[in-house]
């Protein structure tokens, strides 16, 4: 019986592991809610980290956990020193909360265990799209529907992109906003200007609605996987 109380307590009072990786689920400062798109974060058992957001690995380096003052310090090799006092952290089960102050404010960051990346519309975006219908006066493609529209959407997996319609070929470069679903097109040369789109995707449908506009400028696309001829 005294070696069941004894095996019972040191299995109480076992400390959660932080090792693995972790998708960040809801982020407030404030009374603000800063919450970015597929954020992630792993942790090693050789004390290194790294983080990113959807696919992408942009931040590495080290993590130490103060396990008697659940204090978490993570610094990034590549980055920015953090000037800010470590996470105050706790752990129940597959979540994991975060808090400290920065800027004045308090910070929450609220984590959950998870085997996979997660994907954001820039993964998901990434591919060969074709014109499926365009409503509205806007940039790079014609006013025309079904078989009359003309016109597909590359989007590279270097932020790259090329449009091709009947007037011709259009490169640049794209951005897809951390926290919104929205996307950035700047093309080169001084033909177009850069234009900003809310950015949709549904069973291998792209919607794209321009923003910076006072009417209502549409273009639907289906992914395709390969050129026209």
């Keep these: 019986m005294s070696l069941f109380f004894v095996a019972f307590l040191c299995q109480c009072e076992k400390t959660e592991s932080i090792e693995g990786l972790w998708i960040v689920k809801n982020v407030s400062m404030g009374d603000q809610e800063v919450t970015p798109n597929g954020r992630w974060t792993r942790f090693n058992s050789d004390q290194t980290q790294e983080s990113g957001n959807g696919w992408y690995r942009h931040s590495y380096g080290s993590w130490e956990l103060n396990p ?3 204090e978490l310090s993570i610094v990034n090799t590549n980055g920015l020193k953090d000037s800010n006092a470590p ?35 820039a993964d998901e975006g990434m591919g060969l799209w074709k014109l499926e219908s365009a409503q509205g006066d806007g940039s790079f493609f014609e006013k025309s ?9 590359f989007l590279k997996w270097d932020r790259r992109f090329m449009i091709g319609t009947q007037k011709g070929r259009v490169d640049g470069v794209y951005n897809v906003h951390g926290h919104k679903p929205e996307i950035e097109l700047i093309p080169y040369g001084e033909q177009y200007n850069r234009s900003f789109w809310n950015m949709e995707i549904r069973e291998n449908v792209l919607t794209l609605k321009l923003l910076n506009s006072d009417s209502t400028v549409t273009r639907t696309f289906k992914r395709i996987y390969e050129f026209p001829q």
């Design 68 to 70: 008697e003052k659940s």
């Design 87 to 121: 996470f105050k952290v706790s752990i129940n089960g597959n979540e994991m909360i975060w808090e400290r102050t920065e800027e004045g404010q308090p910070l929450r960051v609220k984590l959950e265990r998870s085997k996979e990346l997660p994907s954001i519309l």
């Design 145 to 153: 529907t079904g078989e009359d529209a003309i016109g597909i959407l």
